[in-house]
């Protein structure tokens, strides 16, 4: 019986966080990158609206700016 309230303690948990995210999260790719990331340091609010980094930007040339100034 444990196993099974902690089971579903676990997916109310996710589907709260599914609920919440602004990002469209499918239940299944939410647990498999929360599996992934279950030990690094990040604000899970942040994380779960945006999971993606993004690329910097190229200057007009295409090129990727090594240092600023």
Same mark, same amino acid.
């Given at each position: 019986?444990?196993?099974?309230?902690?089971?579903?303690?676990?997916?109310?948990?996710?589907?709260?966080?599914?609920?919440?995210?602004?990002?469209? $999260?499918?239940?299944?790719?939410?647990?498999?990158?929360?599996?992934?990331?279950?030990?690094?340091?990040?604000?899970? $609010?942040?994380?779960?609206?945006?999971?993606?980094?993004?690329?910097?930007?190229?200057?007009?040339?295409?090129?990727?700016?090594?240092?600023?100034?």
């Amino acid at each position: 019986m444990i196993q099974i309230w902690t089971s579903m303690i676990g997916i109310l948990l996710l589907k709260y966080l599914q609920k919440k995210a602004k990002y469209d $999260w499918n239940l299944s790719n939410l647990v498999g990158f929360i599996r992934m990331n279950i030990f690094v340091k990040i604000n899970i $609010w942040k994380w779960i609206d945006d999971p993606f980094i993004r690329r910097p930007n190229k200057d007009e040339n295409g090129q990727l700016q090594l240092f600023s100034g």
